[in-house]
């Protein structure tokens, strides 16, 4: 692996926290209005993009599949500003907008858990993620808009703590690899 791989790992464990930020407020107040709802999905999804796209281009000389993250960080930052550009069109079709991300980031996860630049916890680690956002995506595109807005809102949170544990993980287990390829 490339040493400039993981020279970024910062941005992982960002992603990270913030995605265990948004699950803990999403879960501790289900009940909150969908307007507080769209509010903090908007934010964290431009935040994600944001920083995802950050990533990939950080990433884009050392590793081939670094497309897939900016991909994933332009659709995440496009839908976030839609969300908030639109609050009441996106609270009809809130499951709608969360549900096809989740089925990008599962997909493009799912495809990086078979890239061979990583190691194999770190491929491991996006596999979880991957199926993991998949099966919410479905959930979700089958509970269909208006259903069930509080179990949306447990399933977001424990959709977004999920991703925030293995974004974690794999932060530090790339921290741990570049210190090595460091002092190699």
């Known amino acids: 692996m490339d040493d400039r791989i993981g020279k970024y790992w910062w941005v992982m464990l960002i992603q990270g926290i913030a995605s265990i930020v948004y699950a803990v407020l999403a879960m501790s107040w289900p009940a909150l ?3 507080v709802l769209i509010s903090i999905y908007a934010a964290f999804t431009i935040f994600y993009g944001v920083s995802g796209i950050f990533r990939s281009f950080s990433i884009r000389q050392t590793n081939p599949l670094w497309w897939l993250g900016l991909l994933n960080g ?4 496009v839908a976030g500003i839609l969300v908030y550009s639109y609050p009441g069109l996106t609270a009809l079709l809130l499951a709608y907008f969360i549900a096809a991300w989740a089925l990008i980031t599962g997909i493009s996860h799912l495809i990086q858990a078979f890239d061979k630049t990583y190691e194999s916890v770190i491929r491991t680690a996006y596999g979880v993620a991957g199926v993991a956002s998949v099966l919410f995506a479905i959930l979700l595109f089958a509970m269909g808009p208006g259903r069930g807005i509080i179990a949306l809102v447990w399933l977001l949170g424990a959709h977004a ?8 993980v794999s932060s530090f287990r790339l921290r741990s690899v570049n210190k090595q390829l460091s002092q190699a």
């Open 33 to 35: 209005t969908i307007v």
């Open 74 to 77: 332009i659709f995440a930052l």
């Open 161 to 168: 703590f999920v991703l925030g544990i293995v974004r974690i």
